[in-house]
């Protein structure tokens, strides 16, 4: 079983910056591919970023040279830095964690982009 817990979320003026952390529970994390997805209101979730293992990223071409995704695996935590914010609104991010044989989802943290 894995726990994973989104915080860091909040309101951010157009242009700013925030960093989210996904802290999960579980001694399987390390082996877990790791992903963040967002769901603005009404529409369907959609993949940000993702990172393996063993460190390597992919990233949706929306957010590509200003979201940052990386992970500690001391800690159990995946981060996803995010710079240059866009003014979209009110969206959710879920913090993902793929084992293979199953998927786990976290509750989800609130992102505000509004001036």
């Known amino acids: 079983q894995v726990q994973l817990v989104e915080s860091g979320g909040g309101l951010v003026q157009p242009g700013g910056s925030l960093r989210l952390s996904c802290a999960g529970s579980?001694?399987?994390?390390?082996?877990?591919?790791m992903g963040w997805y967002h769901q603005a209101p009404g529409k369907q979730r959609e993949l940000v970023a993702t990172?393996?293992?063993?460190?390597?990223?992919n990233y949706a071409d929306s957010v590509k040279g200003r979201f940052t995704i990386s992970r500690d695996n001391a800690k159990n935590t995946v981060y996803l830095q995010m710079n240059s914010l866009k003014p979209e609104g009110t969206t959710v991010y879920y913090c993902n964690a793929d084992l293979g044989c199953r998927v786990y989802w976290g509750q989800g943290a609130q992102v505000t982009v509004s001036s």
């Open positions: 990172i393996t293992p063993g460190g390597s990223t």
């Open positions: 579980g001694s399987v994390f390390s082996f877990a591919f």
